[in-house]
């Protein structure tokens, strides 16, 4: 099992910055691919940004990409979210999410969710 705990959320103004710290702990030599997702009111959880653990390849959702930059910490079993240039739109509570290698097809485990809120 693997547990992921996030940190960093809060309100800042719209082309503000904001950076979202996932800590892992328990089977951490077991992940295989650590993402962000986020779910607005009234909206569909979507994809925001994955990493995979070991190529360190970066994924992003069109929305975020040239904004929002993932990237991890292998010694501190640690994932970060920087976002920048932050809009309205990105006013949601952001889930980190990560995949195992024994079901690297799918999220297994996933955090509390941290809420962030881009006021204009």
């Known amino acids: 099992q693997v547990q992921l705990l996030e940190s960093g959320g809060g309100g800042v103004q719209a082309g503000g910055s904001l950076k979202l710290s996932c800590a892992a702990s328990?089977?951490?030599?077991?992940?295989?691919?650590m993402g962000w997702f986020r779910q607005a009111p009234g909206k569909e959880r979507e994809f925001v940004a994955a990493i995979s653990w070991g190529s360190g390849n970066t994924y992003y959702a069109d929305s975020v990409r040239g904004r929002f930059t993932i990237s991890r910490d292998n010694v501190k079993n640690t994932v970060y979210l920087q976002m920048n240039s932050l809009k309205p739109e990105d006013t949601a509570v952001y889930y980190c999410?990560?995949?195992?290698?024994?079901?690297?097809?799918?999220?297994?485990?996933w955090g509390q969710g941290t809420q962030v809120t881009v006021s204009s």
């Open positions: 328990g089977r951490t030599r077991s992940i295989y691919t």
């Open positions: 999410a990560a995949r195992d290698t024994i079901t690297p097809t799918r999220y297994n485990y």
